[in-house]
T-cell receptor
């Protein structure tokens, strides 16, 4: 089976740093995605981690530990526009179709 | 990244009718996916569509209800058949360029309301 867990909601202050955690248990693993989704819009690709470690892209960084089934998304210098849902998703090669399964998402509210 | 367009962007349909959603990509892609996102929920994979073969459906989704076409490497359609209010959702097309670039991108989505 597949299980992807993330906190349902988080609140953080403008200018601060926030870390959104994701744990997963899947039958196979071939990469982990983070997406940002503003209300009423399609998900926007943020990052894709295949190997362990931290990858940084501007204010956003994503970390992966395959042995622990764990990832986090780090958002620095938070801005009001970062208020959105953040979706963790895992690619599972089982069945040969590289299926991507999504967690329930973390709704982040940035407050002044 | 990939430029993905979907038609229609939204529609309001009557119970019992069918709607076909189109997904067009700006370049050839190996794999195309159709997702559903019900209000307040995360994304659920409906099926995977590869060109030249029948779509692979996830548990809970069947071809009679959600027939899919993939006539070439840049286009796919999803039909929502015999609609009921429970089918009200956002339907999203997604693509994976495959070998060498495994990032997965989404189209803008089709917001469907069934009355």
């Amino acid at each position: 089976g597949q299980n992807i867990d993330q906190p349902t909601e988080m609140t953080a202050t403008e200018g601060a740093i926030v870390q959104i955690n994701c744990t997963y248990q899947t039958s196979g693993f071939n990469g982990l995605f983070w997406y940002q989704q503003h209300a009423g819009e399609a998900p926007t690709f943020l990052s894709y981690n295949v190997l362990d470690g931290l990858e940084e892209k501007g204010r956003f960084s994503s970390f992966l530990s395959r042995s622990k089934g764990y990832s986090y998304l780090l958002l620095k210098e938070l801005q009001m526009k970062d208020s959105a849902s953040y979706l963790c998703a895992v690619r599972d090669p089982a069945g040969g179709y590289q299926k991507v399964t999504f967690g329930t998402g973390t709704k982040l509210q940035v407050i002044p | 990244s990939a430029v993905i367009s979907q038609k229609p962007s939204r529609d309001i349909c009557q119970r019992g009718t069918s709607l076909t959603i189109q997904c067009q990509v700006d370049s050839q892609v190996t794999m195309m996916f159709w997702y559903r996102q019900q209000p307040g929920q995360s994304l659920t994979l409906i099926a995977t569509a590869n060109q030249g073969s029948e779509a692979t459906y996830e548990s809970g989704f069947v071809i009679d209800k959600f027939p899919i076409s993939r006539p070439n490497l840049t286009f796919s359609t999803l039909t929502v058949s015999n609609m009921s209010p429970e089918d009200s959702s956002i339907y999203l097309c997604s693509v994976d360029r495959g070998q060498g670039n495994r990032e997965q991108y989404f189209g803008p989505g089709t917001r469907l309301t069934v009355t």
